[in-house]
């Protein structure tokens, strides 16, 4: 023990980063493990619209969804979201949901906007539609 408090005393600079980022690893591990709102691999989205006929919601501009989107996916601005301007996805309050964006951050807070809306049942595309790119998944323009 001695010599644990002879290091923190001698290197109290790397002590402090550490507990830093020990202290921000478990805070963002907990928030992930109690979260109402999951992170999905692009596995569970596939087996989510498959098995439990989950809708797929993209929150990218128009013309980024032109470009290319996971099938049957329903674009949605993400202003409109903020907005609580929502209306075509009232009909889908009781499925389960997942959004998608580019990389993944965005898709995060639209869930999270739309749970504080009343949506129960929400994830989001981890790594968004360049994680599914990245592993050959098609995507349609219509």
């Known amino acids: 023990m001695q010599e644990y408090i002879n290091f ?17 690893s478990i805070a963002t591990m907990s928030k992930m493990l109690f979260s109402k709102i999951k992170m999905v691999s692009y596995q569970d989205v ?12 993209d929150v990218r501009s128009r013309e980024d969804f032109k470009k290319g989107h996971i099938i049957h ?44 809306q009343g949506f129960a049942d929400i994830g989001f595309l981890k790594g968004g539609l360049e994680e599914w790119k990245a592993n050959h998944l098609p995507l349609t323009h219509k």
């Open 8 to 24: 923190i005393q001698e290197h109290v600079l790397i002590s402090i980063i550490w507990c830093f980022f020990l202290i921000g």
């Open 46 to 57: 596939i087996l989510s619209m498959n098995e439990e006929d989950a809708v797929v919601i």
């Open 73 to 116: 996916s329903i674009q949605i601005d993400m202003s409109d979201i903020k907005a609580s301007k929502i209306i075509k996805l009232d009909k889908f309050k009781q499925r389960k949901m997942i959004l998608v964006c580019g990389a993944g951050s965005l898709s995060e807070h639209a869930a999270q906007l739309l749970f504080k």
